[in-house]
Every structure is written in structure tokens, then in C-alpha cells.
């Protein structure tokens, strides 16, 4: 099946600092992929869609500014939480959906950066 | 108003028993419907995917039934194992724009 890595699993920073996570589509091409959040005991909150070669699509309620997006390639999404605060101490998740082919209504999920914000 | 609800919240089954989980939705127009297990700490996990014309599809001991009449699911767990212990998230998917809803999810809990 394919597969999705994020990086890294877990990072703790200091209030104030800037944070990226990374996805990857390792064995796939994603022209889409997904960021979503995940306070404990709640389900997925999708934040963004990011497409590849163009602007990310935010969800009511997420500022673009705080979370920047960038989709430079067909198998790379990077999620930069900039200034951070405790309050976005999280796990942040993102999905990939295959450009195609026979996954083309599948999308597979990473597993996942633990953010602690001190 | 696009939602998906499941049922139950919670669960706590003895190591061995079945269950069945329920997924409730008003998506439309439908494209399909999976179900994913996120143990805690990770990211989900497919275990199946049904478009409209799929009754049932079974994935070893999961077996996931939808009604697109009803607009309803269930996810059937066979002879529990205590790495079933996990939570079970219904989502769908509407057709044009990616958007897709996410259920709460079920927390199951299996016990020796």
C-alpha cells in the first residue's frame, strides 16, 4: 500500500519559535494533500488543502498566516507553525491523495507530529 | 448540513467477543465511505473503503457494511483482540471538491 511519512513524530520548542513538519508520499505522486489537527480524545480537524505548484486552501477558522503551507513538489508538503504558542501544542496529521490510478479515491494518512509548545 | 455521526462513543468488550460500531451520515451527493483505526498517538489507518454500489467488504476480521439508502454503516470486529483496542473513525466522502467529513470517532477498548 502506499505510503505517507511525516517528520518528525514528535518536537517539543520553546514559545515563540517556528516549527516544520514535513510530508512525504514515498512510493506515490500527490498533487493533493491534507493537514489536520488533533487535540486528544477529538477527531481529525482538517486545517488545509495543499495543492502542488499553488496556493493552500484554509479552513474557517485557521490562520493562513500562522500556518504556512508549501507544496514545492508532487511528493513533498511542509506545514510551518510559525510563532508558537502552548495553545497549538497538538498532533498535527496530514494525508496525501494519489494523483491517479487505482488510490484515486483513497487518501493515506501520515502518523503523525506530536507539537509541544513549552 | 454535510455530518457523520458514530455510535458508540465508547466501547469496553472482553478480549474475543464481537462488536459492531454504527456510522450515521447525510453527506451528498455520496462518493464513498471508509473506515480507519488510529491507535493513539498515530496517524489512522485504512481498513476499508465502499463506494455506492458496495454492500459489505470485509477486511480480515472487519467486515463494513453501508445502506446508501439509509446512509448508514457499521463496522463489524470479529473475535476482538486486545491490539483492537483503538479508535475507529467513519469518513465520507461527496463527490467534486475533495470534501470530506470526519466522525467523531469510537473508542474501543478491548480487555483480557
Known amino acids: 500500500g502506499a505510503v505517507v511519512s511525516q517528520h518528525p513524530s514528535w518536537v517539543i520548542c520553546k514559545s515563540g519559535t517556528s516549527v516544520k513538519i514535513e510530508c512525504r508520499s514515498l512510493?506515490?505522486?500527490?498533487?493533493?494533500m491534507f493537514w489536520y489537527r488533533q487535540f486528544p480524545k477529538q477527531s481529525l480537524m482538517l486545517m488545509a488543502t495543499?495543492?502542488?505548484?499553488?496556493?493552500?486552501?484554509?479552513e474557517q477558522g485557521v490562520e493562513k498566516d500562522k500556518f504556512l503551507i508549501n507544496h514545492a513538489s508532487l511528493t513533498l508538503s511542509t506545514l510551518t507553525v510559525t510563532s508558537a504558542h502552548p495553545e497549538d501544542s497538538s498532533f498535527y496529521i496530514c494525508?496525501?491523495?494519489?494523483?491517479?490510478?487505482?488510490?484515486?479515491?483513497?487518501?493515506?494518512f501520515g502518523q503523525g507530529t506530536r507539537l509541544t509548545v513549552v | 448540513k454535510n455530518q457523520v455521526e458514530q455510535s458508540p462513543q465508547s466501547l469496553i468488550i472482553l478480549e474475543g467477543k464481537n462488536c459492531t460500531l454504527q456510522?450515521?451520515?447525510?453527506?451528498?451527493?455520496?462518493?464513498?465511505l471508509r473506515w480507519y483505526k488510529q491507535d493513539t498517538g498515530r496517524g489512522p489507518v485504512s481498513l476499508t473503503i465502499m463506494t455506492f454500489s458496495e454492500n459489505t467488504k470485509s477486511n480480515g476480521r472487519y467486515t463494513a457494511t453501508l445502506d446508501a439508502d439509509t446512509k448508514q454503516s457499521s463496522l463489524h470486529i470479529t473475535a476482538s483482540q486486545l491490539s483492537d483496542s483503538a479508535s475507529y473513525i467513519c469518513v465520507v466522502s461527496a463527490t467534486g471538491g475533495f470534501k470530506t467529513i470526519f466522525g467523531a470517532g469510537t473508542r474501543l477498548f478491548v480487555k483480557a
Open positions: 512510493d506515490f505522486q500527490a498533487t493533493t
Open positions: 495543499s495543492n502542488e505548484g499553488s496556493k493552500a486552501t484554509y
Open positions: 456510522c450515521n451520515y447525510t453527506v451528498s451527493p455520496f462518493s464513498n
Open positions: 494525508s496525501a491523495q494519489p494523483t491517479g490510478g487505482v488510490w484515486d479515491t483513497e487518501a493515506f
